[in-house]
């Protein structure tokens, strides 16, 4: 697989595990930097095994099929759901838990130069600011895009909000 495609696969994939499109992903700014992180924590070998479910998953045609794969090659593989896992919390809380050294070994793989098993790491500050469980939350992260003076005295904005008026947010109303 070509770098190229293992990035859309990768891409296309964390869409899949988050929930988010691929255009959201983009935006946080780290999609390379995930991958590369993801690769180099996992290794060669359990990269292959990861992109091949990844793959299964992606080129499938259909929620169903999706699904299939997922539970199948994703959910029930010692090998690749717990990478998965460690990806899930690294786009939601913006931080990377290294699996176990017996992960590693339960594969027959060697635990990469440079990894300490078992260990969890914020990538990046980007990793913090564009975490996911705050968009997912209709928050910002603390000391990170300021919202203004007093935003604290508003309610949060979400989809049953209209209008701004006299600076107060006001609910939608069941209205003839």
């Given at each position: 697989m070509t770098?190229?495609?293992?990035?859309?696969?990768?891409?296309?994939?964390?869409?899949?595990?988050?929930?988010?499109?691929?255009?959201e992903l983009e935006g946080t700014g780290n999609?390379?930097?995930y991958q590369a992180l993801v690769e180099q924590q996992a290794g060669p070998i359990?990269?292959?095994?990861?992109?091949?479910?990844?793959?299964g998953v992606v080129q499938a045609i259909g929620a169903a099929?999706?699904?299939?794969?997922?539970?199948?090659d994703v959910l029930a593989s010692p090998t690749v759901w717990p990478l998965c896992q460690a990806l899930i919390m690294?786009?939601?809380?913006?931080?990377w838990t290294t699996p176990p050294a017996s992960w590693y070994q339960g594969v027959g793989s060697p635990v990469p130069a440079g990894v300490?098993?078992?260990?969890?790491?914020?990538?990046?500050?980007?990793?913090?600011?564009?975490?996911?469980?705050?968009?997912?939350?209709?928050?910002?992260?603390?000391?990170?895009h300021p919202t203004g003076y007093g935003s604290w005295s508003l309610d949060?904005?979400?989809?049953?909000?209209?209008?701004?008026?006299?600076?107060?947010?006001?609910?939608?109303?069941?209205?003839?």
């Open positions: 770098p190229s495609a293992k990035r859309a696969v990768f891409l296309a994939f964390s869409a899949e595990l988050t929930g988010y499109g691929e255009t999609v390379d930097t359990i990269c292959d095994m990861f992109y091949a479910a990844a793959d099929a999706r699904a299939e794969a997922m539970r199948i690294l786009w939601y809380q913006g931080a300490t098993p078992g260990t969890t790491f914020v990538p990046s500050a980007q990793a913090y600011t564009a975490q996911l469980a705050y968009r997912a939350a209709g928050a910002h992260p603390p000391g990170a949060p904005v979400f989809g049953d909000y209209t209008t701004v008026e006299a600076g107060l947010q006001t609910r939608l109303k069941n209205q003839p």
